[in-house]
C-alpha cells in the first residue's frame, strides 16, 4: 500500500503546481473514516482508494481527481457526507465523489435493475466531467485485481461480466489501451479460466522456444531503419492472452495458426517520418495483402492514431507492425489522460465525445434503466466500420449496421425521415449491411416517420432506441384513443356522462399519474372499464356473469373438416390442419400440436410459434409426411420477397413462377419505399424441392433483389 508521503510526491514529480495540503487531508479523512473496515482479503479498506489514487497518478491526473480517487467510498461505505466532503474539499470534489458514488440506498426490483441505473448515473455524471470515469475505471480495476479474494463465485462470475460488457469498451473508448487490455484479461480469467491457462501455457513454451528469434527481428528492424537515415525506437510486445483467445475465435482458427501472437512497435519523431518508416519497411519486406490500415488520415472515434501493416519480415517471419509518433504513443496507451491540462487551467470537457453524446441521446429516448443499459451494450461492444457522408465527413458505426443507422448517426431528424439509401451511388435496401469505405447518401421525406420493422436490423443502440421511443408514442395513442371509446361507453351504459375531472379523482386507487396514463391503461387492458366506472361511483351495481367463466356453445354433431394431406403419426380419426403461419410442405420436418376442439395442427420443426409450447410437451406429437405419398399433390408454400420498383417487375415476378410449375393464390405487399417494394407471396407447389427451384429462378433475376422463404 502507498505511504502518504509516497502518494504525495507521485503526484508532485508531474505536476509542480499540486495542492500537498488537500492531498494531505483526504488520505486523513478516508482513513478515519473506513476505519476498521476490512476487505475480502482481510487487507483494511483503506487499502482500497489509496490503491485507486496509486493507479490515477499513471495518468499525470489533477489534484481534485486524486482526492476524489481517496474519497470515492466514504459516502457509500461510511457515514461521512456528501455536505460534509463539501465542506471540507469543495463543492469541484463533492460533485466527482457524487458522480462515482452508487445508489446503494435505493431499493431496487433486482440487481439487473439496479447495475442499470447505478451505469445511467454513470453516464449522467461523466458527461458533465469525464474525470467522474477516470476514477470509475480505476475502481474498477483495483477491484478486478484483487477479485480472487471474493469467496462467492456466482458474485465472481457476475463482476467479471460487467467488466467485459462495461467497463472494457468504456476505457477502449476513452483510449486507455493499457488499461482495456487488463481489464478484459483479468474478466477473462475469471469467466474462462481454463482457456485463459491453455493459452498462457502455450506462451510459456513459445517464450522458452523463440527468444532469440524476437531479438533478432527487432535488431533487424532497427538497422534497416538506421540504414535509411530514421531515427527510430523499435520494441516488441506480447499479445495478452485475452486479445489471442479472442482472434482464435473470430477466424475460428488454432493457436498454432496465429502468426501475430507479438506486436512490433516502431516510435519515431514526426507525422511524415511515419509514412517513411512504412515506406521503409514495405521496401525491405514482402507485405502480407490486405493487413494495412491507415488511422492517421481516419482516426479512430477515441484520438487513435497510427499505422498498422503485415509483413512477411526479418527471417520471414510474419509480423504487425505498428509506427507512430512519440504523441501518438502516449495517446494510445493513456487515451484522454495524455491530453491532461488541469494544471494550466484548460478543462477536458466530456461533451467533446460523440460517443458520449450518443449515450445522453440514448438515455433520452430509453424507457427505462434496463432499456438503456441493453442499447449502450449494442453501441460499444462491437467492432467498427467507417463510411463516408456525401461530403466526406467520416462516421463510425458498429459492424453489421445498416443505412437507418448511419442515417441516425448522422443526426436523429435524419434516422426518422429516412425513405432510402444510396451506398457508393447505387440505391439499395435500408437493411443493406455497410462495409468499410462505404459512401451513404440517405434519401429523406418529411412524411416519413419511423418503422417498427426497421428495429429488425439496427444494430446501434441510438437507432433503437429512437425507433422504439416512437413505437410506444404511437401504441400510446392508440391505446389513448381507444381507452376514451371504452370508458365513455361504459359509463354511458351506467347512465353518466364520461369527464376527465372525474376520472382525476380516482387516480391514487390505481396508482396512476395522470388522467392519460389511466385512459391508455384502460385501453391496453392492463385496468377495466368496469373497475374505473365503479372506483368513480362505488354504488353501481351491476349483475354480471362470474369473471372467467365462459360456457361455449357446444356442438356435439359438427365435425370439423380434415384437409386429408397424407401424414402419418396422427391419431385416427383426429382432425388435422396445416399451420399458416410455417407453411410446412412434403420433405420439411414438421411435428404437430394438439388444440382441444381443433385436432392437430401440423408446424415445420423450426417455426417461431412452438416457442408458446415449449412448457406443455403433453400436447406435441411425432409425426412426418408418408414417404409413399402422391407427389402431384398441392400443398401452399410462402416466400418474402424485395423486387425493384420498376416497370414490369410484377409480371416478371408472376412468369417467372408460373413457367417453374408454381401458382399464386395470394399476394400482399409488406412494405413499399420509393425503390423497393416487399412481399408476401402464396404458392401452389408439389413440394419443399419444387419451392426451392421456384426461389433459385426468383434469385435469377436482376429486377428481385431478395428471396426467402417465410419462416413466421
Not at 435500408?430 to 421525406?445: A, H, K, Y
Request: glycine share 8%; with cysteine; aromatic share 8%.
Amino acid at each position: 500500500m502507498i505511504r502518504q508521503y509516497q502518494l504525495v510526491e507521485k503526484v508532485k514529480s508531474y505536476d509542480g503546481g499540486a495542492d500537498e495540503d488537500a492531498l494531505n487531508r483526504a488520505y486523513v479523512f478516508a482513513m478515519r473514516a473506513h476505519g476498521a473496515q476490512q476487505r475480502a482479503s482481510g487487507h483494511p479498506y483503506f487499502s482500497h482508494p489509496i490503491e485507486v489514487a496509486g493507479i490515477l497518478t499513471n495518468y499525470k491526473v489533477d489534484t481534485a481527481t486524486i482526492v476524489t480517487a481517496l474519497l470515492h467510498d466514504t459516502v457509500e461505505d461510511t457515514s461521512a457526507t456528501l455536505s460534509e466532503i463539501e465542506g471540507h474539499f469543495g463543492p469541484e470534489v463533492a460533485r466527482l465523489v457524487d458522480g462515482v458514488t452508487k445508489l446503494t440506498r435505493i431499493e431496487f426490483q433486482s440487481d439487473q435493475t439496479k447495475q442499470a441505473e447505478n451505469f445511467r448515473k454513470l453516464v449522467l455524471a461523466m458527461s458533465e466531467d469525464i474525470r467522474v470515469l477516470l476514477v470509475k475505471l480505476a475502481d474498477r480495476l483495483h477491484n478486478m485485481r484483487t477479485l480472487g479474494h471474493v469467496k462467492d463465485p456466482e458474485k465472481r462470475r457476475k463482476i467479471a461480466m460487467e467488466t467485459m460488457e462495461i467497463y472494457a469498451p468504456l476505457a477502449e473508448r476513452m483510449g486507455m489501451q493499457e488499461m482495456k487490455n487488463e481489464l478484459e484479461d483479468l474478466a477473462f480469467s475469471q469467466l474462462n479460466p481454463d482457456a485463459r491457462n491453455s493459452v498462457v501455457r502455450r506462451l510459456d513454451f513459445l517464450r522458452s522456444q523463440g527468444e532469440n528469434v524476437v531479438e533478432r527481428v527487432l535488431d533487424e528492424l532497427r538497422s534497416t531503419l538506421k540504414a535509411s537515415g530514421l531515427t527510430a525506437s523499435v520494441f516488441g510486445r506480447e499479445k495478452t492472452p485475452y486479445s489471442i483467445w479472442r482472434k482464435m475465435q473470430r477466424k475460428d482458427i488454432a493457436f498454432g495458426q496465429l502468426s501475430d501472437i507479438m506486436g512490433f512497435r516502431v516510435i519515431v519523431e514526426s507525422l511524415d517520418d511515419c509514412y517513411r518508416a512504412l515506406g521503409v519497411i514495405h521496401g525491405a519486406y514482402s507485405v502480407v495483402p490486405g493487413r494495412f490500415k491507415d488511422y492517421l488520415s481516419t482516426p479512430k472515434p477515441n484520438g487513435y492514431r497510427s499505422l498498422h501493416t503485415g509483413v512477411f519480415g526479418p527471417e520471414r517471419q510474419r509480423i504487425e507492425t505498428q509506427i507512430r509518433t512519440r504523441e501518438m504513443n502516449e495517446i494510445a496507451e493513456f487515451g484522454v489522460a495524455a491530453h491532461w491540462q488541469y494544471k494550466q487551467g484548460a478543462k477536458v470537457d466530456g461533451r467533446q465525445y460523440r460517443w458520449l453524446r450518443e449515450l445522453l441521446e440514448i438515455l433520452e429516448h430509453a424507457a427505462g434503466p434496463e432499456e438503456f443499459l441493453e442499447h449502450t451494450k449494442l453501441e460499444m461492444f462491437q467492432d467498427q466500420v467507417f463510411c463516408f457522408t456525401p461530403k466526406g465527413d467520416l462516421i463510425n458505426l458498429p459492424r453489421g449496421a445498416t443505412p437507418v443507422d448511419f442515417a441516425y448517426s448522422v443526426h436523429s431528424a435524419v434516422g426518422d425521415h429516412c425513405v432510402g439509401a444510396k451506398i457508393n451511388g447505387r440505391m439499395m435496401p435500408l437493411r443493406t449491411e455497410l462495409r468499410n469505405g462505404d459512401q451513404v447518401e440517405i434519401v429523406t421525406s418529411k412524411a416519413q416517420t419511423p418503422s417498427p420493422t426497421w428495429e429488425r436490423f439496427v444494430v446501434t443502440g441510438k437507432a433503437r432506441a429512437r425507433i422504439r421511443r416512437f413505437v410506444r408514442m404511437q401504441e400510446r395513442e392508440q391505446y389513448l384513443k381507444l381507452g376514451q371509446s371504452i370508458l365513455k361507453k361504459a359509463f354511458r351504459e351506467e347512465d353518466y356522462e364520461y369527464s376527465d375531472k372525474a376520472v382525476h379523482g380516482v387516480l391514487k386507487v390505481f396508482n396512476v399519474p395522470a388522467v392519460d396514463d389511466l385512459v391508455a391503461h384502460v385501453g391496453s387492458g392492463l385496468i377495466t372499464s368496469r373497475a374505473v366506472v365503479e372506483a368513480v361511483f362505488p354504488r353501481t351495481k351491476k349483475k354480471r356473469l362470474d369473471d372467467g367463466k365462459v360456457v361455449p356453445l357446444e356442438r356435439p354433431h359438427a365435425k370439423p373438416k380434415s384437409s386429408g394431406v397424407p401424414i402419418k403419426g396422427l391419431i385416427p380419426g383426429m382432425a388435422m390442419h396445416i399451420a399458416g403461419c410455417c407453411h410446412p410442405l412434403p420433405g420439411d420436418r414438421i411435428c404437430g400440436i394438439v388444440t382441444t376442439g381443433k385436432g392437430v395442427t401440423i408446424h415445420t420443426i423450426d417455426c417461431e410459434t412452438l416457442e408458446t409450447y415449449h412448457d406443455q410437451p403433453e400436447r406435441w406429437l411425432d409425426v412426418s409426411w408418408e414417404a409413399d405419398s402422391d407427389s402431384d399433390k398441392i400443398h401452399v408454400g410462402r416466400i418474402n420477397l424485395t423486387v425493384l420498383n420498376a416497370p414490369g417487375t410484377l409480371g416478371e415476378l408472376s412468369t417467372v413462377i408460373a413457367r417453374n410449375g408454381g401458382n399464386i393464390t395470394n399476394l400482399k405487399i409488406t412494405n413499399r419505399s420509393t425503390d423497393f417494394f416487399d412481399f408476401n407471396v402464396d404458392i401452389e407447389v408439389r413440394d419443399v424441392k419444387h419451392l426451392a427451384e421456384i426461389i433459385a429462378a426468383l434469385r435469377a433475376n436482376p429486377n428481385i433483389n431478395a428471396v426467402e422463404r417465410a419462416r413466421g
